[in-house]
C-alpha cells in the first residue's frame, strides 16, 4: 500500500440523498396541508348546516306552539286562510352568520282542517351576495309538520 493506510469509505449521506429526502418530505406535508384545508371547510360547512338546522326547528316549534289564529297573525298581521307565504326576520348565528327565513302554510286538499306548515332558512357564504354567480354561494334548508286547525301544544 503505497502512501500509508487506506482509507475507509467515509459513512453518512451525500448532498444529493439529502436534497431528494427533502423534496419528498416536503411534497407529502403540501399534501398533509391541503387535507388540513379541506377538512376545515367541511367541518365548517357542517357547522352552519347543523346551526340552520336548529334556527329552522325552533321556527317551527314556535309557530306550532302557537294557536292558528295567533300563528296566522304572527306571519301576516292579519287573519286569512292559507295559502300563507311570509318572510321572517332573519336571525343571527354564531360568528353573526345571518340565516333567512320563511314561512309556507298550506291547506291540504284532503281536509280543510289539515295545514302544512313549512319553514324555510336560507344562508350565504362569507362574503358572497345572496343571488351572487347564480346562487352558487347559497344554501337552504327545510322543515315542515302537518297540522290540524283545532291543534296546538
Same mark, same amino acid.
Given at each position: 500500500?503505497?502512501?500509508?493506510?487506506?482509507r475507509?469509505r467515509?459513512r453518512?449521506f451525500?448532498?444529493?440523498e439529502?436534497?431528494?429526502t427533502?423534496?419528498?418530505?416536503?411534497?407529502?406535508l403540501?399534501?398533509l396541508?391541503a387535507?388540513h384545508?379541506t377538512?376545515?371547510r367541511?367541518n365548517d360547512?357542517t357547522?352552519r348546516?347543523?346551526e340552520?338546522?336548529?334556527v329552522a326547528?325552533?321556527?317551527?316549534?314556535s309557530l306550532?306552539?302557537q294557536r292558528?289564529?295567533?300563528?296566522?297573525?304572527?306571519?301576516?298581521?292579519s287573519l286569512?286562510? !292559507?295559502p300563507? @307565504?311570509?318572510?321572517l326576520t !332573519?336571525?343571527?348565528?354564531?360568528?353573526?352568520?345571518?340565516y333567512r327565513?320563511?314561512a309556507?302554510?298550506?291547506?291540504? !286538499?284532503?281536509?280543510?282542517s289539515?295545514?302544512?306548515?313549512r319553514?324555510?332558512v336560507?344562508?350565504? @357564504? @362569507?362574503?358572497?351576495?345572496p343571488g351572487?354567480d347564480?346562487g352558487?354561494y347559497d344554501?337552504?334548508l327545510?322543515?315542515e309538520?302537518?297540522?290540524?286547525v283545532?291543534?296546538?301544544?
Amino acid at each position: 500500500m503505497a502512501g500509508g493506510a487506506v482509507r475507509q469509505r467515509e459513512r453518512g449521506f451525500t448532498l444529493l440523498e439529502l436534497l431528494v429526502t427533502l423534496g419528498i418530505t416536503t411534497v407529502g406535508l403540501i399534501g398533509l396541508l391541503a387535507l388540513h384545508g379541506t377538512i376545515v371547510r367541511g367541518n365548517d360547512a357542517t357547522s352552519r348546516s347543523a346551526e340552520a338546522q336548529q334556527v329552522a326547528n325552533a321556527t317551527l316549534e314556535s309557530l306550532r306552539a302557537q294557536r292558528i289564529g295567533e300563528m296566522v297573525q304572527t306571519l301576516t298581521g292579519s287573519l286569512k286562510a !292559507p295559502p300563507i @307565504d311570509a318572510t321572517l326576520t !332573519p336571525m343571527t348565528g354564531r360568528n353573526n352568520r345571518t340565516y333567512r327565513r320563511r314561512a309556507v302554510i298550506t291547506q291540504l !286538499p284532503a281536509s280543510s282542517s289539515l295545514w302544512r306548515v313549512r319553514v324555510e332558512v336560507g344562508w350565504t @357564504d @362569507d362574503g358572497a351576495t345572496p343571488g351572487a354567480d347564480g346562487g352558487r354561494y347559497d344554501h337552504s334548508l327545510a322543515v315542515e309538520v302537518l297540522r290540524t286547525v283545532e291543534e296546538a301544544l
